[in-house]
């Protein structure tokens, strides 16, 4: 699994078009979404073949996110699945099957927590922290699990 994490000022997300790729793809949702946050980590997922059969898999992510948040003493995330990490994609049934592992993990200890939709083209546009610009500790980090 690769994890990039980003402090973000703003962001806004907006779905445009149904994936066709890789193969066996699907939207998790029916409708479009779109997301517009403030202060949040923005945190692109990208499961691997390798972590499938790892049921541990989605507890270490959630470790390492979490740390993350507490270093930068945040509690607002945002997963984001983003297949651009890698080559060696999960199929897209286990990639969401892990992610939303993920999201459970945070909604039982109280974070405020969003995730952006799987298996759609997306807008992104967003604002790095003005904290990034001066190039605080963790405003931008990645992960290799």
Known sequence: MKLLLVHLKKIQLLDIKKSN???????????????????????????????????????????IIQNHLNMLKRKKILLIPFAHLSRYLASPKEAIRIIDNIEKEFLARNYYIKKASFGYHKNINLSLSDLVIHGHPGSVAFRDI
């Not at 779109?34 to 499961?47: A, Y």
Request: aromatic share 10%; proline share 5%.
């Open 21 to 63: 790729r890789p193969t066996g793809i699907f939207p998790n949702s029916k409708s479009k979404q779109f997301i517009k946050e403030n202060s949040i980590l923005g945190t692109f997922i990208c499961v691997e073949k390798k972590d499938v059969n790892k049921d541990e898999i989605a507890k270490k992510a959630f470790v």
